[in-house]
């Protein structure tokens, strides 16, 4: 269950540690210390190698430097690797640890084969979507020696019925909570130890924990570890279709949109066949959301014969996951590397949707990767013109006009979630103002939706600005015309409003394809609400005086 509060803990690394020990009931500290200890075979006259895949803030790659071991730790996220570093410097042990920033996938790019004695591995690969788990693992496989070991410690699905029921009663309710601060979550290993012989590797389990579901896999390689098992794979075609199950998906996507309680419906990563494609024919990029995915190919399918890589977005369309930072260059280029697409074309030019933009650095993919980046319309229903007329665009084509019809869309939808948040808060603090709150929330989300266009500013900040004073211009006028408020309802809803009008602006800044993602604003929130209270009791102080 470790893996699923991951991403919530990642964004504060000095309480990474602790709170993956509470999550694993203080199984997990322990396992590090006997992987440095027992697996991890040190001796005076060789100091082995160790590659530490997914190494967080240090702590097993500490652990293995201290028993002679020699650490190359590697890991995504520059928060973890600040935090490692500072630790690694604390113990004087940056002679014995180095740290690199990098995807799993990049390995073969910065490592040469036979370089390590040990690959080790704690709670990443339930990270991991199945193509890329195989990547990596071949990757694995060439970067160690001969007799190296892969050492694995992750969380794995139960197999015996007992045990899978109590794992899913304790593990849903934290996948739930995950999703509704992180907006993203992971997924415990199933039948992983076929994966691992698909890769060319022995595996045993070494130890087995809470219940079957944290366990310690060793791993070494067998007689032939050099299969390239995606170009040899048949490619799956993706079919538009409407269906009972379909029309089902498309009912629970939009009422998913309108609460965001659970994760939407992911489509599983890797690479598809729309029509017949050849080795010629174009590489089309997108997310894992499955709507996404269903719309795309209704309007390609039987007019463009394309291979279409499916990477990981989190389960989200492409421009919001590419704004919250869920969709970025990292993930295009995992996909490209993990789905095999380059055995089956003998081109190196991919197509990527204009609306990711805001989050996929283009050049880097260029960079890092040598594919060439074309950026595609805006609108899936050009795709196919776009594609005739040589990857050009018309300007209708680069456009993105948000009308008012679309505008309305995604504010009905923001409020369902934004809406809950509200209601929520005023049951606890605020019951007598419920559906005033509600529905004030809902004339301001509105008028901000109409008139989202000629509010001055760029940023939902300064949008939010201009509507909490006209929000307030509107209270001011009904209060001395009709309302007749007291001094003091009149400030307390003076501050309530304004910040609401703020608050609106800020948040729906997410709804626009015009504005970047809306997670930005976030910082503001509590020292605008501490700010917000703080006038609150002074203004109280002074009433009352």
Not at 182 to 211: C, D, K, N, W
Not at 280 to 285: A, D, G, I, Q
Request: glycine share 10%; net charge neutral; with cysteine.
């Amino acid at each position: 269950m470790a893996t699923v509060f991951m991403k919530w803990l990642e964004t504060a690394p000095g309480d990474y540690d602790r709170g993956i020990q509470l999550l694993t009931l203080n199984r997990l500290k322990p396992l590090k210390a006997r992987i440095a200890a027992d697996y991890i075979q040190t001796d005076e006259a060789k100091r082995p190698r160790v590659l530490e895949i997914g190494c967080g803030t240090g702590t097993l790659a500490i652990m293995m430097a201290e028993s002679g071991a020699i650490v190359t730790g590697i890991d995504i996220s520059p928060l973890m690797l600040e935090e490692a570093k500072r630790k690694v410097e604390e113990k004087n042990l940056s002679k014995a640890v180095e740290f690199h920033q990098m995807d799993v996938t990049a390995l073969d790019e910065h490592f040469e084969p036979g370089s390590f004695d040990f690959v080790v591995s704690t709670l990443v690969f339930s990270e991991l979507s199945p193509d890329v788990q195989r990547y990596a693992l071949g990757q694995v496989s060439k970067l160690l020696k001969p007799d190296g070991r892969l050492l694995l410690a992750d969380e794995v699905l139960p197999e015996k019925g007992w045990s899978r029921f109590i794992y899913w009663i304790v593990h849903l309710p934290l996948k739930i909570v995950t999703w509704l601060l992180t907006r993203s979550t992971t997924s415990p290993l199933r039948h992983f130890q076929g994966i691992l012989r698909e890769a060319g590797f022995s595996p045993y389990v070494m130890e087995s924990h809470l219940s079957g579901s944290l366990q310690l896999v060793m791993a070494t390689r067998s007689l032939s570890t050099d299969v390239d098992h995606a170009a040899n794979e048949t490619v799956p075609r993706l079919q538009h279709k409407v269906s009972f199950k379909t029309v089902l998906l498309d009912l629970w996507s939009f009422l998913n949109r309108m609460v965001l309680l659970f994760p939407q419906t992911k489509v599983p990563t890797g690479l598809y066949r729309v029509g017949h494609p050849d080795r010629n024919s174009p590489v089309l990029v997108t997310g894992n959301y499955d709507l996404t995915v269903r719309r795309l190919v209704r309007h390609l399918e039987g007019s463009v014969d394309c291979w279409l890589v499916v990477a990981d977005s989190g389960g989200i369309n492409v421009w919001c996951a590419a704004g919250g930072g869920h969709f970025t260059a990292d993930k295009v280029i995992a996909g490209l590397k993990s789905s095999g697409v380059s055995d089956m074309i003998d081109h190196h030019s991919i197509i990527l949707p204009q609306l990711c933009a805001n989050g996929v650095d283009g050049w880097r993919i260029r960079r890092e990767s040598g594919w060439g980046v074309h950026w595609g319309p805006v609108r899936a229903e050009d795709i196919p013109a776009y594609l005739a007329m040589g990857r050009k665009k018309t300007a209708r084509m680069s456009v993105v006009e948000f009308d008012l019809k679309e505008r309305m869309e995604m504010t009905t939808v923001g409020l369902g979630f934004n809406g809950l948040i509200l209601a929520i808060l005023a049951l606890i603090f605020w019951r007598s103002q419920l559906w005033v709150l509600l529905g004030i929330t809902t004339i301001l989300s509105y008028l901000y939706g109409i008139f989202l266009p000629w509010l001055p500013g760029r940023d939902g900040v300064i949008k939010g600005i201009t509507l909490s004073a006209l929000t307030l211009l509107g209270l001011w006028v009904w209060s001395y015309g009709w309302g007749q408020l007291p001094p003091s309802s009149l400030f307390n809803w003076t501050l309530g409003l304004g910040f609401l009008g703020w608050w609106v602006g800020s948040e729906f800044q997410g709804m626009s394809p015009l504005m970047r993602g809306e997670h930005g604003n976030w910082r503001l929130y509590v020292p605008v609400g501490v700010c917000v209270l703080a006038l609150y009791g002074l203004g109280k102080l002074v009433l009352a005086g």
